[in-house]
């Protein structure tokens, strides 16, 4: 996953590469932005909060995440 911090609005869609693109409001201060896109990819995906874990890349755009049975939403937000 990419993230892009400080963007003007919330985005989960598009590819970076072979990545989904992630875009938040919050800065990458402090894992404010860690948090939005926790937030951020649990409304896209329809699942709670705490079911996104960050599993790698926690200081860094580029993330690697885990969500609980990998959502078929995962295809059509790629398309964007």
């Known amino acids: 996953m990419r993230v892009k911090p400080g963007a003007r609005r919330e985005v989960v ?3 970076h590469g072979d990545a989904l693109v992630v875009a938040v409001t919050a800065p990458a ?14 409304k896209a995906f329809g699942i709670r909060r705490q ?3 960050i599993v790698a ?9 885990e969500v ?13």
Request: contains cysteine; proline residues 5%.
């Open 13 to 15: 869609g598009g590819r």
């Open 29 to 42: 201060v402090e894992g404010k932005a860690n948090a939005a896109v926790c937030k951020a990819l649990a």
């Open 51 to 53: 079911d996104v874990t």
């Open 57 to 65: 890349g926690e200081r860094g755009r580029d993330k690697v995440i």
């Open 68 to 80: 609980p049975d990998a959502p078929d939403r995962l295809d059509e937000l790629l398309r964007y």
